[in-house]
């Protein structure tokens, strides 16, 4: 099993080699160096269309590059956002629990008063008699 180049190689090798045997040198190198020049061509094409894609890869990885850095200062923002939310929704938490907890003792103080808890007549001693 050859590779392609090498194939090519032995093509051009072989062909060179009849074409010196059959005498006509000067036709003969024409049109090997005609072929060779076509390959080179080719060849040139293949580089050039390389070349354009390695190109465009890198595009696609600045512009990954970029968005990528863009997200982890999206995330950072967001975390400390996250942050501030939690620790804004903590206070309020703790706020209206003193509020509620406020309202419940007042509530029972008011309902304590109502039945004559702090009246101050403690049935202790005098009464009648």
Same mark, same amino acid.
Not at 55 to 62: C, G, K, R, Y
């Given at each position: ?54 190109? %465009? ?5 600045? %512009?990954?590059? %970029? ?37 419940? %003792? ?24």
């Amino acid at each position: 099993m050859l590779s392609e180049g090498t194939r090519r190689a032995q093509l051009l090798h072989d062909q060179a080699g009849q074409d010196q045997g059959s005498g006509g040198a000067a036709g003969g190198d024409t049109d090997t160096l005609g072929r060779v020049q076509d390959q080179l061509g080719a060849v040139q094409n293949v580089m050039r269309q390389n070349v354009d894609q390695m190109l %465009t890869n890198i595009e696609h990885a600045q %512009t990954l590059e %970029t968005s990528s850095a863009e997200l982890s200062s999206n995330a950072r923002a967001f975390q400390s956002a996250g942050r501030r939310v939690r620790k804004q929704m903590w206070w309020q938490n703790l706020k209206m629990k003193l509020y509620l907890g406020a309202a419940i %003792t007042a509530a029972l103080l008011l309902i304590l008063w109502w039945a004559g808890a702090f009246s101050g007549g403690g049935g202790g001693g005098g009464g009648g008699g």
